[in-house]
């Protein structure tokens, strides 16, 4: 995964494989590092609803969202349908 940031918009390119049951949504959630936190941002995987697939999306950051997003409060996280609580999660963090 990764994740640009330009202005307000954070567009995040996905590449998953080798899930154990088919993707059926993913997310931005924001919590502390390591923790497990409430939904940000639904993002549209538009078809890649197998076990392994690509997507793209972006979103608009207020301000507020983009001060946590340097602060590496958010992630990204698939569900699946055996897994409906997230199968798989990355972290947004700043390159350094």
């Known amino acids: 995964m990764t994740a640009e940031l330009r202005g307000r918009e954070l567009t995040i390119d996905a590449v998953f494989a080798g899930l154990s049951s ?13 923790r497990r936190g409430a939904v940000v941002f639904v993002l ?4 890649a609803t197998a076990i392994a ?3 793209s999306d972006t ?11 340097r602060q590496e409060r958010y992630y990204l996280q698939i569900r699946t349908a055996g897994n409906p609580s997230g199968e ?7 390159r350094e």
Not at 24 to 32: F, Q, S
Not at 88 to 94: F, K, N, T
């Open 22 to 34: 088919p993707a059926t949504g993913a997310n931005v959630r924001h919590a502390a590092k390591g």
């Open 44 to 47: 549209d995987m538009g078809t």
């Open 53 to 55: 697939g690509e997507f």
């Open 59 to 69: 979103v608009t950051l207020t301000e507020t969202q983009l001060v946590e997003l």
């Open 88 to 94: 798989i999660r990355g972290w947004l963090l700043a």
